[in-house]
């Protein structure tokens, strides 16, 4: 019999999947990769089994996650248009490697997704796997099957006997990991709606917060965060600390109109706490020890990263050189960021490093001045030399 990993979810899509697969003649193994989501695993192993996987794998990948995937996009400073910190993006290509890896552990000559037709992560999924694998056959049945809305899947489930626990319609379509939220669907459809609270999962409102404002400190080492106020954590506990210190004080929320790779807009609403401070303070840092052609420079590196994580090309030849780049910029980029967290916002107050090119003998305005500012003049004649006529 022919064999097959599916990357499974427990969600309605994939679990309908599991059955049709198996309908179609596959004998169908679950990959289901913990990265934070913070669901009942017990339960959608449970769910799997029902639908008629002959097997089920649950991973913890969430420190591999952020070393590997979260860390390098951290470095690289990679947001896609201007406010998406990429959480789903960068899942995408670790799940595919292990999809691969499976594949060839269980000797299956396939692997299935759960994605749409319509949106990015299939691309992510199948360019990875393709790279990765040329000869794997990939199968999306959410593509080509027959079901068109949740309702029919919804039968579908309930005819198999496959306990789904939304019978009562879900609102919105969420993706959720260790690095953010994304949510889409239902009334965020409608782009004059302000989105409503519940459709966030894991911040406060911002009108709902403390009178006061909340100071933590970050300490980076080459690019990486290392402590919180001065204490040596794991990454995966300073970034489930952040999550929850940044989610009280409504930190991280964006609603932003998308571009897709397929060619279509989208809204979507990202809840990103932890990755919005640590973003914040690595610029930062960044801005204190890193010359100004070389900042410049790489905030050109930054919308590129940015752009090829979003599309899907995590395993290209030019992502890899870029890292490499971003990897030597990060010689310098040691020191403490204090933030400021309050009412939604997280700003950079103050900041430290044995790196730092700042010298305030250079820039006072004050009597420790040593600045020449007798040389000014002939550095202006010669930089407007060019433009005279
Ligand atoms: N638009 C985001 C991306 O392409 C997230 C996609 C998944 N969103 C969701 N709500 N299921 O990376």
Not at 9 to 27: F, I, M, P, Y
Not at 39 to 47: H, K, T, Y
Not at 162 to 182: C, F
Request: overall charge positive; hydrophobic content about 40%; aromatic content about 12%.
């Amino acid at each position: 019999m022919k064999r097959i990993i599916l990357a499974y979810s427990g969600g309605l899509d994939t679990s309908c999947a599991v059955r049709w697969l198996k309908e179609n003649g596959w004998q169908v193994i679950c990959f289901v990769a913990d990265l934070g989501q913070g669901e009942d695993f017990n339960a959608i192993q449970q769910r799997a089994l029902a639908a008629g996987a002959v097997k089920v794998y649950i991973k913890d990948l969430q420190d591999e996650f952020l070393e590997d995937f979260v860390v390098p996009a951290l470095k690289a400073n990679a947001i896609y248009e201007g406010r998406y910190l990429l959480a789903t993006a960068l899942a995408r290509p670790l799940i595919a490697k292990y999809l691969v890896e499976m594949a060839h552990k269980e000797k299956a000559q396939a692997v299935a997704h759960g994605c749409t037709g319509k949106g990015n992560d299939q691309v992510r999924f199948e360019v990875s796997i393709s790279i990765l694998d040329p000869k794997l056959e990939i199968v999306a049945p959410v593509r080509v099957w027959e079901f068109k809305s949740r309702e029919e899947e919804i039968e579908y489930a309930k005819r198999w006997n496959i306990p789904i626990e939304v019978t009562k319609k879900r609102p919105y379509s969420i993706d959720r990991n260790i690095w953010g939220v994304s949510i889409e669907a239902g009334v965020l459809e409608d782009l004059e709606v302000e989105p409503p609270e519940d459709a966030y999962l894991i911040t406060k409102s911002p009108t709902l917060q403390a009178t006061y404002p909340k100071y933590i400190e970050i300490y980076f080492e080459k690019g990486v965060p290392k402590r919180l106020d001065g204490k040596v954590y794991k990454l995966k506990t300073l970034v489930n600390h952040l999550n929850v210190i940044g989610g009280l004080y409504g930190v991280g929320r964006s609603d932003l109109i998308e571009n897709r790779l397929l060619g279509i807009k989208s809204r979507e609403i990202y809840e990103a706490p932890a990755a919005t401070i640590l973003y914040t303070g690595h610029k930062e840092l960044e801005s204190l020890v890193l010359d100004r052609e070389f900042l410049h420079f790489k905030e050109l590196i930054s919308l590129k990263y940015a752009e090829l994580v979003y599309y899907g090309l995590w395993y290209s030849p030019l992502k890899e050189a870029l890292d490499a780049f971003v990897n030597s910029t990060q010689r310098y980029v040691t020191g403490s960021i204090r933030l400021k967290l309050f009412k939604g916002n997280c700003v950079a107050v103050g900041r430290r490093s044995k790196y730092s090119l700042y010298k305030k003998e250079l820039a006072t305005y004050g009597r420790q001045d040593i600045f020449d500012q007798k040389l000014a003049e002939g550095f202006i004649r010669l930089w407007g030399l060019p433009y005279k006529r």
